[in-house]
């Protein structure tokens, strides 16, 4: 069976700082890779999505940057966090062929301080 | 990207059926209705999609209507655990059938059960 695992599940990170957050998907082979934002009390924002590895589409311009370096594994990074990047972050994947339904990790709640 | 329209609020008692209806308008011929609905603190669960039929499974029915202008996801007997906020997303496919499918949400419903 497919399994997505994301970590840390919380993280405090002071302004400036870097940032990294893994994404590994098992069970599956060329998927489709989200990053998603939520601030408090709101929906969720796209922030990337990848294809395949090394193929990243930004959706909104921001202070965060995305890599795919294998099949099943994206990050999230940042080289120097702002107030406005705390969030809760989330990573989804979907099957590339077809219309599948999406599974999302379980999350990393980020505050920065 | 095909916008939805849900309301922002639904009540409902434990044990009855709930109805949660989703407007969709401007859906393309290629988009795939989908529901997901999320706990606080946690990311969103995958509960159903469609593309015109409708649909069920274990978790519920989506019934779409026969324009695909609308659909209504029906939890046959809600329970406390349902207490949830619902989230109706079209997701696009690209000409050749495969899907790049990129979800966005609106703010979705929040879906009260009392007991």
């Known amino acids: 069976s497919q399994t997505i695992h994301q970590w840390p599940a919380t993280l405090v990170q002071p302004v400036g700082s870097p940032l990294s957050l893994e994404c590994t998907v098992e069970g599956t082979s060329n998927p489709n890779l989200y990053w998603y934002r939520q601030a408090a009390g709101r929906g969720l924002q796209l922030l990337f999505y990848?294809?395949?590895?090394?193929?990243i589409s930004s959706e909104v311009p921001q202070n965060l940057s995305a890599s795919r370096p294998q099949d099943r594994q994206f990050i999230l990074s940042s080289k120097k966090l702002l107030l406005s990047d705390s969030g809760f972050y989330l990573c989804?994947?979907?099957?590339?062929?077809?219309?599948?339904?999406?599974?999302f990790g379980s999350g990393t709640r980020l505050t920065v301080v | 990207d095909a916008k939805t329209t849900q309301p922002n609020s639904m009540e409902s008692n434990e044990e009855e059926p709930v109805h949660l209806p989703c407007n969709h308008s401007?859906?393309?011929?290629?988009?795939?209705i989908h529901w997901y609905r999320q706990l606080p603190s946690q990311g969103p669960e995958y509960v159903i999609h469609?593309?015109?039929s409708n649909v069920n499974n274990r978790m519920a029915s989506l019934a779409i209507a026969e324009d695909r202008k609308s659909s209504t996801l029906i939890l046959h007997r809600a329970t406390l655990r349902d207490a949830a906020v619902y989230y109706c997303i079209l997701s696009g496919s690209n000409a050749g059938g495969t899907s790049y499918g990129k979800l966005t949400f609106g703010q979705g419903t929040i879906l009260t059960v009392h007991p």
């Open positions: 469609g593309l015109t």
């Open positions: 401007t859906i393309s011929g290629t988009d795939y």
């Open positions: 990848s294809v395949g590895i090394g193929q």
């Open positions: 989804a994947w979907t099957a590339r062929q077809g219309a599948y339904g999406y599974t």
